[in-house]
C-alpha cells in the first residue's frame, strides 16, 4: 500500500508517518521548501524510519505540483493534512490562510479526480466548523457556524470535498477533528505553550506564563490516537464523514492547572478578567493574563460526541485528560533538562510559524512583547531546529519494523549526495529521489559517480541538471 501526506512536517504529520509504517505502507510526503532545509517534525523521526519516507518537494497550492505528485506516486491513500491551522494567525492572515487551505484542498481534490481516480482521499475537517456551536455536545449533524477565517477555509474544503465525492464517486472522507495535542505540538497553540511555560518555570524560571482567555472550553485529546481514527475513515467501503474528540471538556485554566501540577506546583486562581493570576503556594505569581492573546471572535464550548466514529470505526480515544497533560508537560521537562541538546528559537517568539510566515504570537507582526517561554522554546519546522541538528533527540518511538521502501535507496537521506549521479550539491538524497519521480528523471544512483552534466569548476559549482 502506497500512502502520500501533504503537511507531513506537521504534528498529526509525525504520528500518522509512524503509523503507516509501522503497517507496512511506503510512505510518501510533501514538504514545503524553506531556507532552512528543514523538515519540521519528521526531523524528530528515529533515522531509521525518516529514511524509509520518500519526500516531494513542493507546496499545495501550486496545481501542477499537486497533479504532478499525485500522478506520479498513484498512492492508495492520500492523507491531506496540509494547511495553514492555527486559528489566531488567520485573522491576521485570511488572505493566505485561503489560498493555503482552500486553494490547496482543491488542487487535491483536482489532482484526484483527473490523475488517480481510485485514490482515497482524508480531508483534515475540524471543530472549528462549529464556530459557536448550536448544540452540546457537537456531531456530524451540528450545524456549522465557523468563527474565524481558519474555520471558513475549512468549511470551504469539507462542503468540497463532499462535493467531489458526490459528483465525481472518489473516495474522500472528511475527518471533523476536535483539539488534539501532543508533545511536538507547534509552541503557538496554547497546551503546548503552556507545558513548555510550566518546565520553564519548574526549572526556576520566575517569569510568569501570558495567556488570553482562561475561560476558554475545548476538547482535548491525545494526536497519536486520532491518527488511528483518520486511517480507519479509509478502510471502510464507503467515504463518510466522523467526528473524533473525547467527549470531556476543559478550560485552558484548567489544563494550566493540572500542568502544574505535574510538575509538583499547587496553583490557585484570583482575580477575574485581564487581572487574573495563578499564584503558587509560596505567593509567586507563576501565570497572568494579556489582551494580546485574545481573538477578535472565540469558538468554544466544545464537546465531541464521537458515537458515530465508535461505533462504525470501532474508534476510541486511550489517552485521558490528565494523560495527555502528563505526556507534553514530562516531555518538555526532559527535554529541557538535557540543556544543551534543546533546540532554541533563535530569538523568535512563541507563535512563529515556520516557513515564511513573519506573524508573531496571535497572528501579530514581530515585535510585540514575547513570552518568556519564547526563548527556551524547542521550535519544530523552524529554523532552530536546523541549527541543533545533530543534537536534537528524537522521541521515543516503539521500534517498528521499517520496511524498504520501494524506489528509495537504502540509507538514503543520511548525507548529501555530492557523489551519487542525479542529486545536486547540498541535496539530501531523499529530495533528490522525489525531485526525479516528479520530472520523470532516473532515479539517483550511487553506481556512477560525478555524474553531472555540464562542467564544474575545481571550485565545485554550476552543476547543470541533465534531462535524460
Ligand atoms: P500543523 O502542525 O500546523 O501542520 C501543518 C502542516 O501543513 C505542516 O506540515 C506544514 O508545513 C504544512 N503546510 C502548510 N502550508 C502548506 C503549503 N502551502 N504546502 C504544503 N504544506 C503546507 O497541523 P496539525 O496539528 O498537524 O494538523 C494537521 C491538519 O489537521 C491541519 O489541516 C489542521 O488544520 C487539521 N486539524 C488539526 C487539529 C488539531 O487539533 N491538531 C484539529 C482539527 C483539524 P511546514 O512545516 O512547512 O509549515
Ligand atoms: O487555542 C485559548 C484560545 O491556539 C485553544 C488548531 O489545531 O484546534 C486548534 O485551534 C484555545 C482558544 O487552538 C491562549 O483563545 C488562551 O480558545 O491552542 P489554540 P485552537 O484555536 O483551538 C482546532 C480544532 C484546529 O482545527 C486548529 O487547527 O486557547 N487561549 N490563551 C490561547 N490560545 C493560544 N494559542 N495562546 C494563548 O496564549
Redesign the pocket.
Known amino acids: 500500500m502506497k500512502a502520500l501526506i501533504?503537511?507531513?512536517?506537521?504534528?498529526?504529520?509525525y504520528f500518522l508517518t509512524q503509523l503507516l509504517l509501522s503497517k507496512g505502507y511506503e510512505v510518501y510526503g510533501?514538504?514545503?521548501r524553506?531556507s532552512a532545509r528543514n523538515l519540521?517534525t519528521l526531523q524528530l523521526l528515529p533515522e531509521e524510519l525518516r529514511k524509509e519516507v520518500g519526500l516531494l518537494e513542493g507546496?499545495?497550492?501550486d496545481a501542477a505540483f499537486v497533479d504532478r505528485a499525485v500522478s506520479q506516486v498513484k498512492p492508495d491513500e492520500l492523507y491531506h493534512?496540509?494547511?495553514?491551522?492555527?486559528v489566531a494567525y488567520s485573522f491576521a492572515n485570511p488572505s493566505s490562510t485561503y489560498d493555503?487551505n482552500i486553494g490547496?484542498t482543491l488542487n487535491v481534490v483536482n489532482a484526484i479526480r483527473d490523475s488517480s481516480p481510485r485514490t482515497k482521499l482524508y480531508f483534515?475537517?475540524?471543530?472549528e466548523l462549529f464556530g459557536k456551536p448550536e448544540a452540546v455536545p457537537q456531531n456530524e449533524s451540528t450545524p456549522f457556524r465557523p468563527r474565524s477565517p481558519y474555520g471558513v477555509s475549512?468549511l470551504a474544503g469539507f462542503w468540497t470535498v463532499k462535493v467531489y465525492r458526490e459528483a465525481y464517486n472518489v473516495f474522500a472522507s472528511n475527518g471533523i477533528?476536535?483539539?488534539?495535542?501532543s508533545e511536538v505540538r507547534?509552541p503557538e497553540f496554547v497546551t503546548r505553550k503552556i507545558s513548555l511555560g510550566v518546565a520553564r518555570i519548574a526549572k526556576g524560571s520566575s517569569e510568569p506564563l501570558v495567556l488570553g482567555n482562561l475561560s476558554a472550553v475545548k476538547d482535548w485529546g491525545y494526536?497519536k490516537d486520532y491518527v488511528e481514527g483518520m486511517w480507519a475513515m479509509l478502510q471502510q467501503e464507503k467515504p463518510d464523514d466522523f467526528v473524533l474528540g473525547t467527549g470531556e471538556a476543559h478550560t485552558v485554566r484548567e489544563f494550566a492547572t493540572e500542568a502544574f501540577r505535574v510538575a509538583g506546583i499547587e496553583i490557585r486562581w484570583e482575580g477575574e478578567g485581564l487581572n487574573e493570576v495563578g499564584v503558587s503556594g509560596d505567593g509567586r505569581v507563576l501565570v497572568r493574563v494579556s489582551k494580546e492573546f485574545f481573538r477578535p471572535l472565540e469558538a468554544d464550548n466544545f464537546l465531541a460526541d464521537y458515537s458515530k466514529a465508535r461505533k462504525v470505526l470501532g474508534w476510541r480515544p486511550k489517552t485521558s485528560f490528565k494523560e495527555l497533560v502528563r505526556i507534553m508537560v514530562e516531555s518538555d521537562m526532559k527535554r529541557g533538562a538535557k540543556g544543551a541538546g534543546v533546540p532554541r528559537c533563535p530569538g523568535g517568539e512563541v507563535g512563529h510559524?515556520?516557513?515564511g510566515s513573519q506573524a508573531g504570537p496571535q497572528g501579530k507582526p514581530r515585535g510585540h512583547s514575547r513570552p518568556p517561554e519564547a526563548l527556551e522554546a524547542p521550535i519544530y519546522?523552524h529554523q532552530g531546529l536546523r541549527r541543533a541538528s545533530g543534537r536534537v533527540q528524537a522521541c521515543p518511538v516503539r521500534k517498528l519494523r521499517a520496511p524498504r521502501v520501494r524506489g528509495l535507496p537504502q540509507g538514503a537521506g543520511r548525507d548529501v549526495g555530492a557523489e551519487w549521479e542525479g542529486v545536486l550539491p547540498g541535496e539530501d538524497k531523499r529530495r533528490a529521489e522525489g525531485r526525479a519521480l516528479l520530472q520523470g528523471l532516473p532515479r539517483p544512483s550511487p553506481q556512477r559517480k560525478g555524474g553531472y552534466s555540464g562542467s564544474t569548476s575545481r571550485r565545485g559549482s554550476s552543476p547543470i541538471w541533465r534531462r535524460r
Open positions: 501533504t503537511g507531513i512536517t506537521g504534528q498529526d504529520g510533501v514538504v514545503r524553506n519540521g507546496d499545495v497550492t493534512l496540509a494547511a495553514q491551522s492555527f493555503i490547496g483534515a475537517g475540524t471543530s475549512k477533528l476536535f483539539n488534539h495535542e507547534g494526536a510559524r515556520p516557513s519546522g
